[in-house]
């Protein structure tokens, strides 16, 4: 069974790339750099310090999840990090990332990552993402990321919350991105810059999947979902694997964080996927990269 997006067209069916396998919870991407990455992962975005987010970790672990995402903002790495220790899985097997808050970034930016590193403490961090692009600041601490990653403290580095031109600015100044984690959902594709990321092998992962549940009534989805058996949730999760796209869906509920890997004995039709592309409203649930220095302050 496999995976594609159109890179050249608004429609999923004419021409199809980046393909990779789906194949079950433990299904895996290669990143640019050889990192082999989980496809799907639980993010813990607003999830509480403490047995809240500890105990969502352990039970996407348990769940056979090997994908967590945190970031500084979160304020949870440290149980983020003590969850994956105490789980009794080989470090080798959990794929990490956390990000960079915009307060941090420019000079403060090591700074920063080391306090996430040692709050994990993991030993070493797959992924470090900036995590909004801030103007005069985000270049400066892309040249910090490459020196993370080049000393291997970062496995992998990216950014997130990114139109093209941020990503274009990236590469010019040395590393191309290998991820960029952009909101992402059936009323926001951004198709152009779902394309440019598979053109340039950027690996393209979706934040708020389920666009944090404005879209569980539509009747659509529902249709969709009732033929299959499965939820509008998880009808969302399997349209991003199928559209090329990465997902970190985030709950705190065991049997919802169970519920979003069940999403492997089904195939969506290219005409569910034009379906689903065609709610398409470039409407954000969250700040543009262009101007979230508003939203923030």
């Given at each position: 069974m496999l995976l594609g997006i159109a890179p050249?067209?608004?429609?999923?069916?004419?021409?199809?790339?980046?393909?990779?396998?789906?194949?079950?919870?433990s299904g895996k991407i290669e990143l640019s750099n050889g990192q082999k990455m989980p496809y799907l992962g639980l993010g813990v975005y607003k999830a509480k310090s403490g047995s809240e987010v500890y105990d969502a970790v352990r039970?996407?672990?348990?769940?056979?999840?090997?994908?967590?995402?945190t970031a500084t903002f979160y304020g949870n790495e440290e149980s983020v990090g003590k969850a994956i220790?105490?789980?009794?899985?080989?470090?080798?097997?959990?794929?990490?990332?956390t990000k960079l808050w915009i307060d941090d970034q420019g000079s403060k930016t090591a700074e920063a990552f080391n306090r996430s590193f040692e709050k994990l403490d993991l030993g070493y961090v797959d992924l470090y993402l900036i995590h909004w692009p801030v103007p005069g600041k985000y270049l400066e601490s892309w040249k910090v990321l490459q020196e993370i990653y080049d000393n291997g403290m970062a496995?992998?580095?990216g950014a997130?919350?990114?139109?093209?031109?941020?990503?274009q600015s990236l590469q010019k100044e040395g590393m191309k991105p290998i991820l960029v984690q952009n909101e992402f959902h059936p009323r926001l594709i951004q198709q152009d810059i779902l394309n440019y990321c598979h053109e340039q092998h950027i690996v393209y992962q979706a934040w708020s999947p389920l666009m944090r549940g404005q879209l569980l009534d539509h009747d659509i989805?529902?249709?969709i979902g009732q033929k299959y058996g499965k939820s509008v949730a998880q009808v969302l999760i399997r349209w991003d694997l199928q559209?090329?796209?990465?997902?970190?869906?985030?709950?705190?509920?065991?049997?919802?964080?169970?519920?979003?890997?069940?999403i492997f004995d089904f195939e969506l039709t290219s005409?569910?996927?034009?379906?689903?592309?065609?709610?398409?409203?470039?409407?954000?649930?969250?700040?543009?990269?262009?101007?979230?220095?508003?939203?923030?302050?």
């Open positions: 050249n067209s608004l429609t999923f069916s004419e021409k199809q790339a980046m393909k990779f396998p789906i194949t079950d919870i039970s996407a672990l348990d769940n056979g999840y090997r994908l967590i995402d220790r105490d789980s009794g899985i080989s470090r080798e097997e959990i794929f990490v990332t496995k992998a580095i997130s919350n990114c139109m093209i031109h941020h990503l989805l529902k249709e559209k090329g796209v990465c997902s970190i869906p985030k709950s705190v509920h065991a049997a919802r964080i169970r519920e979003n890997a069940e005409e569910e996927i034009q379906q689903i592309d065609n709610l398409d409203r470039n409407e954000r649930t969250g700040a543009h990269p262009d101007h979230f220095m508003e939203h923030f302050n």
